[in-house]
């Protein structure tokens, strides 16, 4: 008996364990931040107030709560820097997944066609450039884009340009270096997805006279919709908010939502603003989490 009171504690404990951790690492922080975001900037350190003190009673807690106000919020709204920095985070994260999505659907079939003594090995391609920093790998980058880099040494050598073009500083860098470096977060679930599915369901389509570019449409790609779902959410959600890239390898005409929260952060030391911006970008990348997550618990009720 008792040992069946320990193991029931024991699972409650594994269950809870998660629970705590977003507790910890997720909820307070955002709600410290979201204090700061509906605080007033103040030269003093911290640089922002109301500051919340315990010494000062109840009539502290009174003047805490009414220094709080939404000012911040407001700023965000009529300032065009802001709003621009969401679109433009929001259109580089939608065409980079798209492009991820293009080329990682392939690859991630073409590994889950493969004999299975092989998969493994190529699994292990995909993942090898997690094995050195990003950072590090995003310098790599600037030099290969660079006007006498690589790059242009092969175009030019090719004949395909005649004067090497600039790369650096451009949209066209940051898409380089974001597919190149999210990559493996579409192919793996795709691969875990596509390595699953039912291959009687692909050889009934074939006896029945389908041809193969039919099933792929009919068979594959619908059973393979929630690992392109995935995949999606896992490259879009960072990207949205991806600072190194843009910052190393992009210019300074049109930043992206995270080197705009640096900047106020590091640049204006305005914190409130800035945290104002972070909250508002936290909601704009759960509301996909949820929608998946709502999908997913519809798609669990049907079967």
Not at 99 to 128: D, K, M, S
Request: hydrophobic share 55%.
């Amino acid at each position: 008996m008792k040992w069946q009171q320990r193991r029931f504690v024991l699972q409650r404990l594994v269950v809870r364990i998660p629970y705590a951790w977003l507790l910890v690492f997720f909820l307070v922080p955002f709600l410290i931040v979201l204090k700061i975001s509906l605080s007033q900037t103040a030269i003093a350190q911290p640089p922002y107030t109301p500051v919340f003190e315990l010494a000062a009673g109840w009539h502290g807690l009174v003047a805490f709560f009414s220094g709080l106000s939404l000012n911040n919020y407001g700023l965000i709204g009529s300032d065009p820097l802001y709003i621009l920095s969401y679109v433009k985070s929001v259109e580089i994260a939608a065409f980079s997944t798209l492009i991820l999505l293009v080329i990682g659907y392939p690859i991630a079939y073409a590994i889950a066609r493969t004999p299975h003594r092989v998969q493994a090995v190529l699994i292990i391609l995909v993942v090898l450039p997690f094995w050195t920093s990003l950072l590090i790998r995003i310098y790599a980058w600037m030099n290969i884009l660079q006007r006498d880099g690589l790059l242009n040494d092969v175009l030019m050598a090719l004949s395909i340009v005649k004067e090497p073009p600039a790369w650096l500083s451009t949209d066209t860098a940051i898409y380089i270096g974001i597919v190149y470096s999210y990559l493996p977060f579409m192919v793996l679930p795709l691969y875990a997805t596509l390595e699953k599915l039912d291959e009687s369901l692909i050889e009934a389509a074939a006896d029945l006279g389908c041809p193969r570019w039919k099933i792929f449409w009919l068979v594959t790609l619908p059973l393979s919709s929630s690992g392109m779902l995935a995949g999606v959410l896992l490259c879009f959600i960072p990207i949205v908010g991806e600072f190194v890239i843009p910052d190393l390898l992009g210019g300074s005409q049109s930043p992206m939502i995270g080197q705009t929260i640096w900047t106020e952060f590091f640049g204006n030391k305005d914190w409130p603003a800035a945290s104002a911006v972070a909250v508002l970008l936290v909601c704009l990348l759960v509301t996909p989490i949820v929608v998946y997550q709502n999908q997913a618990m519809r798609a669990l009720e049907r079967e």
